[in-house]
């Protein structure tokens, strides 16, 4: 490639001397091996100005100027621009000097009359490169403090919260089973019993969220397993726990696969539990599951309330609830939010697809499709 052809370096020179900018522009052209795109200014307001907009690869600085002295003027600089790299000039060869400057965010000192025109390039792309270097060390060191706190984070929600929800809850059942309770204690433990589940499966919720978005999603354990037995298990479990809900299942075909069981497991119960939330009274829950091309193919539907039409191209998005808006059918929220973003995410990561339809008439169907078998690169 020639050198026309190599896109210039674009330089912002803070020089007050005239005389002294035009003697370093001169020293810049005479060196053939890099061409630099210079843009001259005089006063340090100029200079704050021009390195807050993007474009520049470096900063050439006079460490003397009208309305700016000293290692100030660097602190200004990077202040503004901290991505940036800079060396400054002074008409003192003070070693102290150079090291403070340096300290202070610079990437490298030249003392004026002693740079020629190799040198003043040399230092220029040094400067470019070990400020690169700098930037990606930081990158470096948040990518770790975030993957610690991250660790920290899962730490805190899978073991002490979670010991102390299961405390909870344990004891609940305890009181209930043995009995001996006048009825309003008996409501009482039961409504601690129901919220210590909720805030549970909140936890677990928030842990898949948290793995999916900073642990690069989930890690199947693929078995070869019958979704028609799953579904029959989401629903019986469900009818226990809504006993004024009708629910129809219906499932043909072989239903085999090669899915992640309790995966699998989880999806089904977050979409039937959903379309439990929002059918209305004297309606039923209906599940179907059948046999379509190399897969299974489930449905789940509902009545009631229509998602609308603007939420529905984010319905899988996290944070966002189903038809109703933030509201069940029974007038209390529903979780977080996370249930349907974590169930895309699980059918994505077998390898199928999750879609929903939602119309006044027809009611909600949410469907997914499961390949029967896992992709090659997919096994373990």
Wanted: charged content about 25%.
């Amino acid at each position: 490639m020639s050198m026309d052809e190599v896109k210039p370096l674009r330089l912002l020179l803070v020089e007050d001397n005239p005389g002294d900018a035009r003697l370093l522009q001169e020293e810049l052209k005479e060196v053939a091996t890099t061409r630099f795109e210079v843009r001259h200014v005089t006063r340090m307001a100029e200079a704050l100005a021009v390195v807050s907009e993007p474009g520049l690869d470096v900063v050439l600085l006079d460490l003397s100027l009208p309305d700016g002295h000293g290692l100030s003027n660097i602190e200004r600089v990077v202040q503004t621009a901290p991505a940036l790299p800079l060396v400054v000039l002074t008409g003192t060869d003070d070693e102290q000097l150079a090291m403070r400057a340096v300290h202070a965010g610079a990437q490298d000192y030249l003392v004026k009359g002693q740079a020629t025109g190799p040198l003043l390039v040399r230092a220029l792309r040094y400067a470019i490169e070990r400020k690169r270097a700098e930037e990606g060390l930081k990158r470096e060191e948040a990518a770790r403090q975030t993957a610690l706190f991250r660790e920290q984070f899962l730490g805190i929600l899978g073991h002490d919260l979670r010991n102390p929800l299961q405390a909870i809850s344990g004891n609940a059942a305890l009181l209930l089973r043995y009995g001996g309770l006048s009825e309003p204690q008996r409501k009482a433990i039961n409504r601690i019993s129901i919220s210590s589940d909720r805030m549970a499966r909140m936890i677990s919720d928030i842990l898949d969220f948290t793995r999916t978005r900073l642990g690069g999603g989930y890690t199947l354990q693929r078995t070869w397993m019958n979704v028609h037995d799953v579904l029959k298990q989401v629903v019986e479990e469900l009818e226990v726990a809504h006993p004024q809900k009708s629910f129809e299942l219906s499932v043909s075909g072989t239903g085999w696969g090669e899915w992640d069981a309790d995966r699998v497991a989880q999806a089904a119960s977050n979409l039937v539990g959903n379309a439990v939330q929002y059918s209305p009274e004297g309606s039923a829950v209906r599940v179907l599951a059948r046999d379509e091309g190399d897969g299974v193919r489930v449905e789940i539907h509902n009545q009631g309330t229509p998602i609308p039409a603007e939420r529905l191209p984010h319905i899988f998005d996290p944070f966002v609830r189903g038809q109703q808006g933030s509201r069940s059918s029974s007038g209390s929220r529903s979780g977080l939010g996370l249930g349907l973003y974590i169930t895309h995410e699980i059918v994505k990561a077998h390898g199928g697809s999750l879609q929903v339809r939602s119309t006044e008439a027809e009611g909600t169907c949410f469907w997914l499709k499961l390949p029967r078998h896992a992709p090659p690169a997919a096994k373990s």
